[in-house]
């Protein structure tokens, strides 16, 4: 049996092991490498797809690294079927140009966003005032709090410490 490893909460809504009808939306999905696909958190790209199968099917997914990525983790990208978009510097202006191209230039009904950083609040704001449902996507420590209680999903992953029965804080 798979783990559970991530948590899915609707704002106003209990957490419920219910098992409910997979909806048909579409999901455009950035995820923000730098911050979320660290080695001490170990989140693979398969569980967050997979978490976002729950709320409806991802469209569009892209995976913004800076260029000091190694070369296995851009191909592990390419091969959960995601595309890498590689960024000289900070990724933080990439992720916000991703976004708002899929809040305002695509048909996907939801955006889905994996990053911790309460710097991407805007895009979140915006894509709800476009009419987008928004899912933020992160692990703790340091999942801003701002951004998800801005968001209409809220998908806590687990790190692989976690997973393992290790204090938070301690990296293999």
């Not at 455009?28 to 001490?40: A, C, F, S, T, Y």
């Not at 693979?44 to 995976?63: C, F, P, Q």
């Amino acid at each position: 049996m798979k783990e559970k490893l991530f948590k899915i909460l609707r704002r106003g809504e209990k957490e419920e092991e219910e098992k409910r009808e997979v909806p048909s939306k579409k999901i455009g999905l950035i995820v923000d490498g730098p911050n979320i696909l660290r080695k001490e958190f170990g989140i693979k790209l398969e569980d967050i797809v997979e978490a976002l199968r729950r709320i409806g099917n991802v469209r569009i997914a892209k995976v913004i690294l800076n260029q000091y990525a190694p070369q296995g983790l851009i191909e592990a990208v390419v091969n959960q079927g995601l595309e890498p978009i590689i960024v000289a510097g900070d990724t933080d202006v990439r992720v916000a140009i991703e976004a708002m191209e899929i809040i305002h230039e695509s048909d996907v009904e939801v955006l889905a966003l994996a990053s911790r950083d309460a710097d991407f609040l805007p895009i979140i704001i915006e894509a709800k005032r476009q009419g987008k449902e928004t899912v933020v996507i992160g692990v703790d420590p340091g999942f801003s709090a701002a951004l998800q209680n801005a968001a209409d999903y809220v998908i806590k992953m687990e790190s692989s410490g976690e997973r393992n029965g290790e204090e938070k804080g301690e990296v293999e």
